[in-house]
């Protein structure tokens, strides 16, 4: 049995279904389609980019109403930083959640319901009157709904695309930059115009088009069939011993769910997986936080909001350009084995970046700052998954995302408030720069130095010993020839196997 059929039995036998383990596993399986690479699959991957900008670029946008909040409900800058970094942070710790929609419902309607989630959340936030309600409805449920229309949107895109799938996951995360390029100025607009109430309002019918693009996101094959019996039982259960049974059912339901969506396996025995998930945990802690403070250091030193704004959108704009090229690039073979390597020293170099906003509040620096920010930010943008893809086998990729997401959702949650909080005390936000510049940068170095001890370890325990009498070791290129034949075969089936070990 393959990697991949292990992994498919266990979920499903985590998941209870005790006659779907005694069936062959290929009826436990939905039929394999094969994805067209094409068709109706740019439709689909021009959705994803819709989505990616509407989701992951939106909680930027929060900069510009910033003041206005803090003297609508009176609050600190520590208080007022909840709201983004609420966003943020389910955004990211709601993945495992999900992944259960999606195995259940699938992809499309997963999608549609992040759509309405958000645009009601925003639309909601209009009408708040405590800082409290807008945690709850700007935060929470309009996190919650990001969650659900991003994940889906860049799942479906390996069902639509395989020969060209490093293509299309390039152009997709084009869509954050996109969303960098246009939201703010967007906001801006409809802050002079409407204010931050009307803003609100108008960005959560704006958010509703994630229905529209969830819509052509039709799936390739049918559904998993969900095991009847299992739900008859579980029922009947309950029924027989009431909310202690209802309880019971909850329960084993989310324990299995984890056990499939998360790597906790991975963190304990995969020693790189443990490294890097701790390195990116730490990273998230400041990497954000410099786009959420950035136009209200301007604004406070005397800037335009509108040249504020403008900021971002050349943030948006230089991971437009940036980005494509680069995913081709770190395609080469040349990089295949150094994508960590690379990865670190972009990072490194963002983190110290921040320090660039130290110099002056003037326009030209902070242009500066934006320049080298986003250079950097494309690289680490665009190498992020490929390294875990390298790390993890793809077979747990899934739930190793999982587990990171929710990790570096802790430091998603309180870095913001922890910065806000540091404003509040010092009066002034280059402390905030300086301390996301330190925290970036000692992840960068912590990865760095971590990755060079793992491999150098790896190295010396795959050197080969030599032993009395044995042959002369194989080359590690060398090919050999398997052959098999079996009695319902036509012809030879002959195998190539290139052996990379001794």
Same mark, same amino acid.
């Given at each position: 049995m393959t990697p991949q059929e292990q992994h498919l039995a266990e979920c499903e036998?985590?998941?209870?279904?005790?006659?779907?383990?005694? @069936?062959? +596993?290929a009826q436990a399986r939905p039929v394999a389609i094969?994805?067209?690479?094409?068709?109706?699959g740019w439709v689909v991957l021009m959705a994803s980019v819709v989505v990616l900008a509407l989701t992951l670029a939106f909680p930027s946008c929060m900069g510009i109403f910033y003041t206005d909040l803090q003297k609508q409900f009176s609050a600190s800058n520590s208080v007022t930083s909840w709201?983004?970094?609420?966003?943020? @942070?389910? +955004?990211h710790a709601g993945g495992p959640l999900c992944s259960v929609l999606v195995e259940r419902f699938g992809c499309r309607a997963t999608v549609m319901l992040g759509g309405v989630l958000s645009g009601l959340g925003m639309a909601a936030s209009a009408f708040t009157n405590s800082i409290i309600e807008l945690y709850i409805t700007a935060g929470l449920i309009t996190g919650l709904g990001f969650c659900f229309s991003f994940q889906p949107a860049v799942t479906i895109l390996g069902h639509y695309f395989v020969r060209r799938r490093v293509f299309a996951n390039a152009v997709s995360s084009t869509g954050t930059a996109l969303g960098l390029s246009t939201l703010p100025m967007l906001s801006h607009y409809l802050h002079i115009e409407l204010g931050w109430r009307g803003s609100f309002l108008v960005l959560g019918g704006i958010l509703l088009?994630?229905?529209?693009?969830g819509a052509v996101m039709r799936p390739l094959g049918p559904?998993?069939?969900? @095991?009847?019996?299992? +739900?008859?039982?579980?029922?009947?259960?309950?029924?027989?011993?009431?909310l202690k049974g209802h309880m019971l059912v909850l329960w084993n339901n989310l324990v299995s769910s984890l056990r499939c969506h998360m790597a906790f396996d991975q963190f304990c025995n995969n020693r790189r997986f443990r490294v890097f998930s701790l390195g990116i945990t730490w990273m998230m802690l400041g990497f954000v936080v410099p786009l959420i403070f950035l136009i209200p250091y301007a604004t406070d030193n005397g800037m335009d909001q509108k040249e504020a704004a403008l900021l971002l959108n050349i943030l948006g704009f230089i991971n437009v350009i940036v980005r494509p090229p680069i995913g081709l690039l770190f395609n080469l073979s040349w990089f295949k084995v150094r994508h960590v390597y690379v990865f670190s020293i972009a990072l490194l170099l963002n983190g110290l970046s921040n320090s660039i906003c130290c110099i002056a509040p003037s326009f030209s620096v902070l242009l500066l700052y934006m320049l080298s920010y986003g250079l950097t930010m494309s690289v680490v943008g665009s190498l992020v998954f490929t390294v875990l893809m390298d790390i993890v086998d793809m077979t747990h990729f899934p739930s190793a995302l999982g587990l990171l997401a929710i990790m570096e959702s802790v430091t998603l949650l309180i870095g913001p408030p922890l910065a806000g909080y540091l404003v509040d005390k010092t009066g002034k936000y280059t402390y905030v720069f300086v301390a996301s510049s330190i925290t970036v940068a000692s992840s960068a170095l912590f990865l760095l130095v971590s990755f060079y001890f793992l491999d150098r370890h790896d190295a010396a325990q795959k050197e080969p010993s030599p032993s009395?009498?044995?042959?002369?070791?194989?080359?590690?290129?060398?090919?050999?020839?398997?052959?098999?034949?079996?009695?319902?075969d036509k012809h030879t089936a002959i195998k190539t196997e290139r052996v990379t070990s001794v």
């Open positions: 036998a985590d998941d209870g279904d005790k006659e779907g383990a005694d @069936a062959p +596993l094969t994805a067209p690479d094409g068709g109706w709201v983004p970094s609420i966003m943020t @942070a389910v +955004l088009n994630s229905c529209v693009c559904r998993k069939p969900r @095991a009847s019996k299992r +739900l008859s039982n579980g029922t009947a259960a309950a029924s027989e011993e009431g009395p009498g044995s042959a002369a070791f194989q080359p590690s290129d060398c090919q050999y020839i398997r052959v098999s034949a079996g009695a319902a």
